[in-house]
């Protein structure tokens, strides 16, 4: 596994952008969840809430001390990136330290699900019943707070609700979890993640600083992306020069595709094989007979 980059707990990234990490290391979330201030000045638009951690919240608290007034609001808009607990079940915390510092309840924003998530609706549930109604973003949409302009990008594929949002004052992204600034991320739909991660490269040619959901900063995130699109083209076509040779169940293409990896590694690569197989069978380029793939 790659050495993961040390972050300090509370970075000043740019006059617009203060990220506090959200005390939650681990094997998913690296060195914690990414979560960012906006703005020159209180009010802030707070991207992400981690999970809730206290060691968190006093963090977020003494940002929000060291630069507001009292009584002024404290934060505007919270805006959550998608329906991963580690982005969002902090925000019951969130709202309590802004209550206790008698800041209005800022607006929650979420990009809406298809149908309820039991993990999002849990969070939602925590919170005071007039705070349990959540502005649903679009895409397209642009959100302004003290001297920050935030365009919303629709972004599916890590999850369906993902979003990404562009800074337009920096000309920079924030990924989320759909780019990450160590490593690759997981997926639910290989085919909408890659659409999305074109269209990022398309919609935004000037942005080169990324902000993601987790790991250090990306300064040449262009080059940053096209790595993330090449080495999923590459993968696949790995798997489908073992469906040209034989055929196979997503086992045995793990079998020969992850060959030179630990075998304990294998389940979890499974699930990256199948997710591109579907996308693959969608396109019309593989089919499966029983629980063997082939090539049409």
């Not at 919170?127 to 365009?151: C, F, I, K, M, N």
């Not at 337009?168 to 997926?187: I, K, N, P, R, S």
Request: charged share 25%; with cysteine.
């Amino acid at each position: 596994m790659e050495q993961l980059v040390p972050l300090p707990p509370i970075t000043k990234l740019s006059p617009l952008t203060t990220r506090i990490l959200g005390q939650n290391p681990g094997k998913f979330t690296l060195q914690g969840t990414n979560t960012y201030l906006l703005g020159t000045r209180p009010p802030y638009i707070l991207l992400d809430t981690g999970e809730g951690k206290d060691a968190y919240i006093s963090l977020l608290e003494e940002v929000l001390m060291s630069s507001s007034n009292s009584g002024a609001q404290l934060v505007s808009d919270v805006v959550l990136s998608h329906k991963h607990a580690d982005h969002h079940a902090g925000l019951p915390s969130v709202l309590s330290l802004l209550a206790e510092h008698h800041s209005p309840a800022p607006v929650i924003h979420k990009f809406p699900l298809s149908s309820p998530d039991p993990v999002v609706e849990s969070t939602r549930l925590q919170l005071p019943a007039q705070e349990r109604t959540w502005a649903d973003l679009s895409d397209g949409q642009v959100l302004r707070g003290e001297g920050v302009t935030l365009r919303i990008l629709y972004t599916p594929g890590h999850t369906e609700d993902s979003i990404c949002l562009y800074l337009e004052e920096e000309e920079a992204l924030f990924t989320a979890d759909a780019v990450l600034g160590q490593g690759t991320t997981v997926f639910e739909d290989l085919g909408a993640y890659m659409s999305s991660l074109r269209l990022l490269l398309e919609r935004f040619p000037r942005a080169e600083h990324v902000y993601p959901g987790h790991g250090p900063v990306v300064e040449r995130g262009r080059g940053h992306i096209g790595q993330y699109i090449a080495h999923r083209e590459e993968r696949e076509e790995e798997i489908l020069a073992v469906l040209r040779q034989r055929g196979g169940t997503v086992r045995e293409i793990v079998r020969v595709v992850y060959a030179r990896y630990e075998e304990s590694l294998w389940g979890a690569a499974e699930r990256g094989v199948r997710l591109h197989l579907l996308k693959l069978e969608g396109e019309g380029r593989v089919r499966r007979v029983g629980e063997r793939w082939e090539v049409v």
